[in-house]
């Protein structure tokens, strides 16, 4: 039972899908939710930088997250978005097979991650959340990115 002097916090959940995963990022994280488009590539950027767009007349890194992640996507489609985060005082891209909802959940329903969850390396999760029979990975999106690999990406 919960302690009653404690109030409990509710997070917002952006959920969306990456191959046969479903991930969360805290919708604090996220800046907006945008379709695929044209992205133009950057040489010699990392393998998982798929190149960068002008959004608003801000130019956006954008990164494939499945492959940053080492996990396969599906084909891209109509349902692909780009998901704009801010991590630190970069913003940055990232491509994701489909954004399926924003979910409302209390704070304690964050379970740790297990050791060797989706594959996903555990420096990138803040932990699982299980919904009926769902489980989604909740990911730190802040550090999907090392601070070296942000500053490069910085415009």
Do not use: C
């Not at 080492?70 to 970069?90: K, P, Y």
């Not at 932990?127 to 490069?152: F, H, P, S, W, Y």
Request: aromatic content about 4%; cysteine-free; glycine content about 6%.
């Amino acid at each position: 039972m919960a302690d009653p002097g404690k109030e409990d916090r509710e997070v917002q959940l952006v959920i969306f899908q990456l191959g046969r995963e479903e991930f969360a990022v805290e919708v604090t994280q996220v800046r907006e939710i945008i379709r695929m488009q044209d992205i133009t590539r950057m040489p010699k950027a990392p393998s998982f930088v798929e190149g960068i767009i002008n959004l608003r007349g801000q130019i956006i890194a954008v990164l494939d997250l499945a492959q940053r992640l080492s996990l396969e996507a599906a084909e891209r489609g109509s349902e692909t978005r780009i998901i704009v985060v801010e991590a630190g005082d970069v913003k940055v891209g990232m491509i994701v097979d489909s954004v399926s909802e924003v979910m409302r959940i209390n704070e304690d329903e964050v379970e740790p991650s297990p050791a060797l969850a989706a594959d996903v390396e555990a420096v990138y999760l803040k932990g699982v959340v299980k919904q009926d029979n769902r489980l989604i990975i909740l990911l730190d999106l802040t550090r999907i990115l090392a601070t070296e690999e942000m500053m490069e990406l910085s415009f």
